[in-house]
């Protein structure tokens, strides 16, 4: 099973000094959490690495994916276990990642500094990873503003772009993965994914903070795309 490691000695605390005592608080809980520990042992650049292979650990959502691409990838650690999981290299890249952020390079993904609402972005993920993706992950979120409703709401319509988006682009069979918040998904986006794929549920990784509102949709198993009616009168 994914388990956070024993590091270092926990419990450290952090000088008063000219730091405010939020500050102070968050650097001490960075630096004893045991993930973080772990993210660097293992060469991620983040412990969000772990919230993605702890849901693929109960769900398999990594296991055969050819094509992969990574939505608000920055700084890197889910694009590093895409990389690892689909062979991609220099030569046959097979991960796209994206992100208005800037990101040091990573062998074997495509890199996109560019907002994914930009309209260009679809087409260019699309041509920078050559291929339908079998597996569409999102770890987007909107700045947060310190309310809660708003936050929830900027960041629940990143997740339902990413969601249509995702139906527009995966291979039969293929998943998806958002990051959400706790408040309630919407339901119109819930029965959009329910119509597309053959399962729909919400998880929570134990990598993921207890006191965090984070929350992760998974759709699993694609259904495919309905042929557009000009599609059908070509056939006929």
Known sequence: MTKPPVGRKLGQKVK???LKASSR???ERHINDPYVQRAKLEGYRARAAFKLLEID???QILKGAR???DLGAAPGSWSQIAAKVTGSTEEDIRVAAIDFLEMA?????NILQLDFLDPAAPRQLMEAIGGAPDLVISDMAAPTTGHQKTDHLRTMHLCEVAAHFAVEVLSEGGHFLAKTF???TERELLNMLKQNFKQVIHVKPGASRAESVEMFLLAKHFKGRKPQASEVEETL
């Open 16 to 18: 008063k000094g000219k």
């Open 25 to 27: 608080r968050w650097i």
């Open 57 to 59: 650990e109960k769900h």
């Open 67 to 69: 094509r992969i691409i």
């Open 105 to 109: 390079p990573i062998p074997g993904v």
């Open 182 to 184: 706790q408040g309630g």
